[in-house]
């Protein structure tokens, strides 16, 4: 599989409107504030932006971030300017020829950005542990529609394991299938390409992350796939797709259900481009000032990680009452817009 996406990705792939899908493209509304990031990014690097999702977590200064299968650099170009001068940011990929564009672009960015702080790595994502990366030195990894391109997931996810610092965070965004997808769409080479012949039934990815440590997943956002062309949607018969963001965090004690400690958070408005509300999780959106009750491993997520100083935290875990009101264990995702066929990725 790895010929089929070196070759998809390094020769058939040109810019974005060669994607035959909105798979791997980015359908999220961009913020105001990062609009003025993107706009001090090459444009030669935008056009060549494969990714299904926004990858940047709040509060990501002097940060060091490693970005998995970062292709031509624009995630990694982005990140760089919120981690700041104090940060770091890695990019990794197999691709010489994504990498080529990525690093010939580095000079122009630093002119731009007024620091140097990004650097990239030839290698596969399923052996992290052969490009000398320390362990437990990053505080946020990130990818953007490539976990469901490996052949081997769970190399992946043990190996991001092994570099996060405790506390730590993967924020990505990948494709998700609402069943095992079938052997004839995974051998597929261009559904394969296009993200959806590797993608993980979503019950699977959840049992994927709790093998390698992130016992409590956490969705943000999540879109139905519009198959824009009509082969294709006939290949893939009745098999529905998402985009979906989670964050994982590599925390000791976490717990496998969420319980309830009458535990609450108020939130402190002093988030970067947050001040208002925080929105943590596609269940928890925080207001600031007001007190918000939460489960142990919820907060556990904000107080033993870079989130602790904005938030009060109320309560203990001396008291237990029982499971937390639960989110259900039905398909996390939202379906109500799902089709086959619609509109060519923006």
């Excluded at 580095?106 to 030839?122: A, M, P, R, T």
């Excluded at 596969?124 to 990818?143: A, C, G, Q, R």
């Excluded at 993980?200 to 409590?216: E, I, K, M, S, T």
């Excluded at 969705?219 to 796939?225: A, E, N």
Aim: proline share 4%; hydrophobic share 35%; net charge negative.
């Amino acid at each position: 599989m790895h010929e089929i996406v070196q070759d998809y990705y390094g020769n058939q792939l040109k810019h974005t409107d060669d994607l035959k899908t909105n798979a791997c493209c980015d359908t999220n509304v961009t913020p105001s504030w990062l609009k003025r990031l993107l706009s001090r990014i090459h444009p030669e690097i935008l056009s060549r932006y494969y990714g299904c999702g926004l990858v940047c977590p709040p509060l990501l200064e002097g940060c060091r971030v490693l970005d998995l299968g970062c292709g031509s650099g624009r995630d990694v170009y982005l990140l760089s300017q919120l981690v700041g001068a104090s940060g770091e940011v890695i990019g990794v990929d197999m691709t010489d020829e994504q990498l080529t564009v990525a690093n010939k672009y580095q000079d122009f960015h630093s002119d731009v950005f007024g620091y140097k702080n990004v650097s990239f790595l030839k290698g596969y994502i399923e052996h992290l542990d052969k490009l000398n990366l320390e362990p437990n030195s990053f505080d946020v990894i990130v990818s953007n529609c490539v976990v469901n391109l490996s052949p081997d997931k769970d190399a992946v996810l043990n190996g991001i394991n092994l570099l996060l610092k405790e506390g730590g965070e993967f924020y990505f965004s990948d494709v998700y299938a609402d069943r095992r997808v079938p052997t004839a769409v995974r051998n597929d080479p261009v559904l394969y390409g296009e993200c959806l012949g590797g993608a993980l039934y979503w019950n699977d990815f959840l049992q994927l992350a709790r093998r390698h440590g992130f016992v409590d997943p956490r969705l943000v956002t999540d879109k139905p796939i519009l198959i824009t062309n009509p082969e294709l949607a006939l290949r893939i018969s009745d098999l529905n797709f998402v985009s979906a963001t989670y964050r994982l965090f590599k925390l000791k004690n976490l717990e496998t259900s969420s319980e309830d400690y009458a535990q609450e958070v108020i939130y402190l408005g002093n988030i970067p481009e947050h001040a208002d509300q925080f929105i943590f999780d596609k269940y928890h959106n925080i207001e600031r000032g007001k007190k918000f009750p939460v489960s142990g491993n919820t907060w556990r997520m904000l107080h033993d990680t870079r989130y602790v100083n904005n938030f009060n935290f109320i309560g203990d875990f001396s008291g237990h009452l029982g499971i937390f009101p639960s989110y259900g264990s039905n398909m996390p995702f939202d379906t109500t817009e799902n089709s086959k066929i619609g509109s060519k990725c923006c």
